[in-house]
């Protein structure tokens, strides 16, 4: 069992900046992928970014094109922690913010993913 808490969220004027955190409980954490989605009113969620699970120290990131260049995803191992820093923050990434874990290559697709945090909002004023 993986349990997710997603912290970091809230208000920000648009190109700020926040650092998302997702803790995990888990001895095994560092076997996920762990991939960061989001809601926004009104729309279904969507996938945000994605760290593979560490093979010899080495995790492989994806993003999806929207967040390319302004969001970095990274884990700590040993602090069973996954971040997302985003940066130059649009209007448009107003939304709450999942954090989400499992096993699969499917990185993107929601239903892959076994675990999930209870979300933090993040809200861009404009």
């Known amino acids: 069992q993986v349990q997710l808490v997603e912290s970091g969220g809230g208000l920000v004027q648009a190109g700020g900046s926040l650092r998302l955190s997702c803790a995990a409980s888990g001895r095994t954490f560092s076997t996920y992928t762990v991939g960061w989605f989001r809601q926004a009113p009104g729309k279904e969620r969507e996938f945000v970014a994605a760290?593979?699970?560490?093979?010899?120290?080495?995790?492989?990131?994806y993003y999806t094109d929207a967040v390319k260049g302004r969001f970095t995803i990274s884990r700590d191992n040993a602090k069973n922690t996954v971040y997302l820093q985003m940066n130059s923050l649009k209007h448009d990434d107003t939304a709450v913010y999942y954090c989400?874990?499992?096993?699969?290559?499917?990185?993107?697709?929601?239903?892959?993913?076994?675990?999930w945090g209870q979300g933090t909002q993040v809200t861009v004023s404009s």
């Open positions: 989400a874990a499992g096993r699969s290559r499917e990185y993107a697709t929601m239903k892959t993913y076994n675990y």
């Open positions: 760290i593979t699970w560490s093979v010899a120290g080495i995790s492989l990131a």
